[in-house]
């Protein structure tokens, strides 16, 4: 099974900061890789899919980008309703969530 | 307007068997594969398993011995049940739409618990 490692754990940023939170996945993933953003008692919201493509409706300061076997979520100016966790999933074999980055406000 | 919905029992006592059910509106279940998706207290997202457009199924290879995944077209609904809960299985079952897992239920909270 393909293994996600995700980091950071906790980040604290201020708004207006970039901030980029990265997944590594434990071989190639060929770019098949999600984002995701989960508000607290929420269910997780799609960001991004394949690696670098914005659903529908999210704003354009989320942006990914990535290949092989290491990908980015990059926030480019943090607003205050983006706390929040952010959980990367590969799709290439099966599907394996990152263990989560909690995102709050400095 | 895609939605889908999960519901079941919010208490399961150890050794016996869950059973969520995922009724979806505003697309088929023969169109486009379902997902289980469960995610213990303040902990990560897990991938249970996939039931296909087709009717095939996948699971999560830690928990393939204890699962089912099936489904009722006629009535638009995919049915979760795992059996020999232990207290690690409470958390969040959430079903959610492929392809990307583009839109989820609210998800049941599940306590496993005597």
């Known amino acids: 099974d393909i293994q996600m490692t995700q980091s950071p754990s906790f980040l604290s940023a201020s708004v207006g900061d970039r901030v980029t939170i990265n997944c590594k996945a434990s071989?190639?993933?060929?770019?098949?890789l999600n984002w995701y953003q989960q508000k607290l008692g929420e269910a997780p919201k799609l960001l991004i899919y394949?690696?670098?493509n914005l659903q529908t409706g999210i704003p354009s300061r989320f942006s990914g980008s990535g290949s092989g076997t290491d990908y980015t979520l990059t926030i480019s100016s943090l607003q205050p309703e983006d706390v929040a966790t952010y959980f990367c999933?590969?799709?290439?074999?099966?599907?394996?969530f990152g263990a989560g980055t909690k995102l709050e406000l400095k | 307007q895609v939605r889908l919905k999960e519901s079941g029992p919010r208490l399961v006592q150890p050794s016996q068997t869950l059973s969520v059910t995922c009724t979806v509106s505003?697309?088929?279940?023969?169109?486009?594969?379902v997902s289980w998706v469960r995610q213990p207290p303040g902990k990560g997202l897990e991938w249970v398993g996939a039931?296909?457009?087709?009717?095939?199924?996948d699971y999560n290879s830690a928990l393939k011995s204890r699962l089912s995944i099936s489904r009722d077209t006629s009535k638009n609904q995919v049915f979760l049940k795992m059996n020999s809960l232990q207290t690690d299985d409470t958390g969040t079952y959430y079903c959610?739409?492929?392809?990307?897992?583009?839109?989820w239920g609210q998800g049941v909270m599940v306590t496993v618990s005597s």
């Open positions: 999933l590969q799709h290439s074999s099966r599907y394996t």
């Open positions: 071989q190639n993933i060929n770019k098949y």
């Open positions: 505003g697309f088929s279940v023969t169109s486009y594969h």
């Open positions: 394949n690696t670098n």
């Open positions: 039931i296909w457009k087709g009717g095939s199924t």
């Open positions: 959610a739409k492929h392809p990307y897992f583009d839109y």
